[in-house]
């Protein structure tokens, strides 16, 4: 059964920051994780082992799935070379959706 995908506000934000090509590419990663949720390995942040990281082109897309009910949660999608959100600030973006 597929996963019904919950984007925290902020992420439309980052979404929108993005070139048409790596937007296609992020958005067609998380079309998939709605069907494979647990395709993607846990984080490897310090910490943060519950959220998982998948990664599209040049950007991390961190997500918690939540099996009961079946809803991938994306937190966060930045490119690959800055700095990964802290657990305190995925918490953040896990509250406001």
């Known amino acids: 059964m597929k996963a019904y995908i919950v ?3 902020k992420v439309w934000e980052q979404l929108e920051s993005l070139r048409a090509r790596d937007l296609r590419t992020v958005l ?6 709605a069907d494979f949720p647990l ?10 082992e519950e959220y998982r990281r998948a990664v599209a082109g040049d950007y991390c897309i961190v997500y918690e799935h939540c ?3 079946n809803v991938v949660y ?6 690959g070379r800055q700095m990964p959100l802290t657990r305190e600030e995925l918490e953040q973006a896990k509250g406001e959706i």
Do not use: N, T, W
Not at 28 to 33: F, G, R, S, V, Y
Not at 74 to 79: A, F, G, N, T
């Open 39 to 48: 395709s993607a390995p846990p984080a490897p942040y310090e910490g943060c």
């Open 28 to 33: 067609a990663k998380i079309d998939q994780l």
């Open 67 to 69: 099996e009961s009910p």
């Open 74 to 79: 994306i937190l966060s999608v930045r490119h």
């Open 7 to 9: 984007v925290a506000p």
